[in-house]
Nanobody, 114 residues
Framework: QVQLVESGGGLVQPGGSLRLSCRTS????????MGWYRQAPGKQRELVASITTTGSTNYADSMKGRSTISRDNAKSTVYLQLNSLKPEDTAVYYC????????WGQGTQVTVSS
């Protein structure tokens, strides 16, 4: 069974930062594109950022300049650094592994509020 284990969410004030982590098996990590999605209440799940096995990255327009996705191959872990957070960034953030199949983590809540 494929597991994506997320951590790092929480409550942060506007303008603050968080780093999300997602760890999976090396078998998955080494061949799958890894990504982060988010889903706010009443909205569709949307891409935040993704990174391929070769390190190519893709960001949602709303997160360009405010987020950085990276991967640590030795730890089979993908990170999402979120900066200059806004209340509208409040959502459940999901880790994703994609190739011919999608795997999802359980989600981690990010709340941006004063």
């Amino acid at each position: 069974q494929v597991q994506l284990v997320e951590s790092g969410g929480g409550l942060v004030q506007p303008g603050g930062s968080l780093r999300l982590s997602c760890r999976t098996s090396s078998m998955i990590f080494n061949i799958y594109t890894m990504g982060w999605y988010r889903q706010a209440p009443g909205k569709q799940r949307e891409l935040v950022a993704s990174i391929t096995t070769t390190g190519s990255t893709n960001y949602a327009d709303s997160m360009k300049g405010r987020s950085t996705i990276s991967r640590d191959n030795a730890k089979s872990t993908v990170y999402l650094q979120l900066n200059s957070l806004k209340p509208e960034d409040t959502a459940v953030y999901y880790c994703n592994a994609r190739r011919s199949t999608d795997y999802w983590g359980q989600g981690t809540q990010v709340t941006v509020s004063s």
